[in-house]
């Protein structure tokens, strides 16, 4: 699945043209992103939890050289999924 | 921020009543739930892509009791974070 289906999916329901559409969908993206790099967390109920975590500085290597070399300190983003999701992963008529 | 707010801010950012961009924004994620449920990855360009991994069955123990226990093969989403949006995230200060 990429933006095009999703695209597609509020097309059918809304009645906004594709172009219309396609400029929302990106638009929410931005507005999530926009968010991420202002506030720590974006809760979608039934979804999931985008979490940004603060990561010390320490010390790693380099697993081609050996090198011993030091891992800065960064902001990385994870997610959580919701309980809902992973229990509708997990439903018997999904499974293959 | 949690959806209702996320509803809000593209409601007031794209110009369409909050009602209608509730029903984009439900629809947006249940559209991406659904994906998932059938094993499809998905693909935000700019933002990151989602799979789902399978695992299999175990035996473990509950950590209360000790007791043995069957823990069934089961089924996870995961996120990987686009090159773009990992480097927003992590060029803010602080």
Known sequence: ????????????KVGFSKKEVAKIVESIFDIMKESLQKEDKIKISGFGNFVIRNKRARRGRNPQTGDDIE????????????????AALNRKEAQP | MNKAQLITLVSEKTNVTQKVAKVIVDTLFDGMKESLEKGDRIEIRGFGSFVVRSYGGYKGRNPKTGE????????????KVGKELKEMVNTVAG
């Open chain 2, 68 to 79: 043995i226990v069957d823990v069934p093969p089961k089924k996870l989403p995961f996120f």
């Open chain 1, 71 to 86: 891992i800065s300190q960064r902001r990385i983003l994870t997610f959580k999924p919701s309980q809902v999701l992973k």
């Open chain 1, 1 to 12: 699945m990429t933006k095009v289906d999703i695209v597609e999916a509020i097309y059918e």
